[in-house]
């Protein structure tokens, strides 16, 4: 019988930074998750043995990928690809697929990583894939996004499948690049199955997902002040990002009488101190993703706001806070800004919005702060019904799907307050959404032996 191998928390994060030098947003991801793991397993001795932790942060595999493509003027453009099958203990590796030039193995390998934690949150069969390539859509033509997307799949429909991976969409992959690229997987291997999540309508997409995420991190938002016997209306929102998620969280924030502040994209904020309306958000939703626009130019169109250069909104003050843009947006001092201000709760609808820093500000000052592999699942829980209605060629309605989101959201937020309550009244959400989603996965692979 081998003597088990009971590492502490320090030694464990020194082999995880020995192992991926240079890779800063995975050691952080895994460092957030095993700083709570530690004590959850102490007395566990099964999982130690079994060396379980170790093996999820050490991706199944990584598939790098040279992607070749001609633009409109003649030239030969060469970017890189990925597909980061982190885990598929409890179903298919799922996740989305990101278009943007800061992407980098250890970016995907960090989402891919809490794409695992938050697909088990969900509780549907679904294990932890993400993708992506270096490749800046901004600025490029319809034809050029073409050629690139229909060059991306031609090397990753080998390594995907309905019942083996199935990306869906992230930053700079909407309904245009999935179209596509679900096109090309169609063309190359003859077969119409639901291989990619977030397609149109028109062709076994379903109803409410491009919703499902930015409305989820409302919901979630919502059932944290239920928590407190409180409610979003008459609260004032500061959202950043200005793409698909900021935009439905802004939408949903509105239609529970909240009123948001601010909308951002990489070029600075807009205040808006009269409230995004619906009709203000449609004009958003079209100009950045039909007319491909700037949030600078919202200030010409709507009197009384103003567009703050090269700022992010943090300074702005509110109630809520929603980072939906990016990962590392909201730093230490911009945790201490919000909190100085009197914000109550923060909701993540982006991944990894928050740095290690300004997560710990949060926690000292007991606001209520849902992190994004729980805020942010409702994208991949109607993902994962996309599959379920493709594998039963069938389509469920809009009200349907909107129930089995809300549904989905109270059931995440209900496991974290079962795991992250602290017995004095404050619920640790990221204690409580680390533990829910490892638990079920961890005793996945110990079902499995040593594989
Ligand atoms: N789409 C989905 O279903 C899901 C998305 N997420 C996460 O939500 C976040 C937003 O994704 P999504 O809305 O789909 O992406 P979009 O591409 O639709 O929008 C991204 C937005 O974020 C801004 N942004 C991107 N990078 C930066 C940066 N480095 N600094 C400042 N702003 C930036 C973009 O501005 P600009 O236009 O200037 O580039 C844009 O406003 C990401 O973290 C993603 O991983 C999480 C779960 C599911
Ligand atoms: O819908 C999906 O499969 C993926 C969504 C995603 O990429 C995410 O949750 O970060």
Known sequence: MAVSDHVDFPTFMEGVKKRNPGQTEFIQAV??????????????????????????????????????????????????GWRVQNNNAIGPYKGGIRFHPSVTESVLKFLAFEQTFKNSLTGLPMGGGKGGANFNPKGKSDAEVMRFCQ????????????????????????????????????????????????????????????EATGYGAVYFMENMLKHKNDAIEGKTAVI??????????????????????????????????????????????????????????????????????GQRPWSVACDLALPCATQNELNEEEAKALVSNGVMAVSEGANMPTTLDGVHIFHDAKIMYGPGKAANAGGVAVSGL??????????????????????????????????????????DYVKGANIAGFKKVADAMLAYGVV
């Open 31 to 80: 460092q957030e998750v095993a700083q709570d793991i530690f004590g959850f397993i102490e007395d566990k001795e099964e999982y130690h043995a079994a060396q379980i932790l170790r093996r999820m942060a050490e991706p199944d595999r990584v598939v790098s990928f040279r992607v070749c493509w001609e633009d409109d003027n003649h030239n030969i453009r060469v970017q890189r």
């Open 151 to 210: 060059s991306f799949m031609t090397e990753l429909y080998r390594h995907i499948g309905p019942d083996t991976d199935v990306p869906a969409g992230d930053i700079g992959v909407g309904a245009r690049e999935i179209g596509y690229m679900f096109g090309q997987y169609k063309r190359i291997t003859n077969r119409w199955e639901g291989v990619l999540t977030g397609k149109g309508r028109e062709y076994g997409g379903s109803e409410m997902r491009p």
């Open 240 to 309: 950043s990002g200005s793409g698909n998620v900021a935009t439905h969280a802004a939408e949903q924030i509105t239609k529970q009488g909240g009123k948001v502040l601010t909308l951002s994209d990489s070029g600075g904020f807009v205040h808006d101190p009269d409230g995004f309306t619906q009709e203000k958000i449609d004009w958003v939703k079209e100009h950045k993703t039909h007319r491909r626009g700037r949030m600078s130019e919202y200030v010409d169109e709507f009197k009384g706001a103003t567009f703050h250069e």
């Open 386 to 427: 996309e599959m379920s209605q493709n594998a039963e060629r069938i389509s469920w309605n809009h009200e349907r799907l909107g129930q089995m989101l809300t549904e989905l959201m109270e059931g995440i937020h209900d496991q974290c307050v079962e795991y992250g309550d602290q017995g004095d009244g404050y619920v």
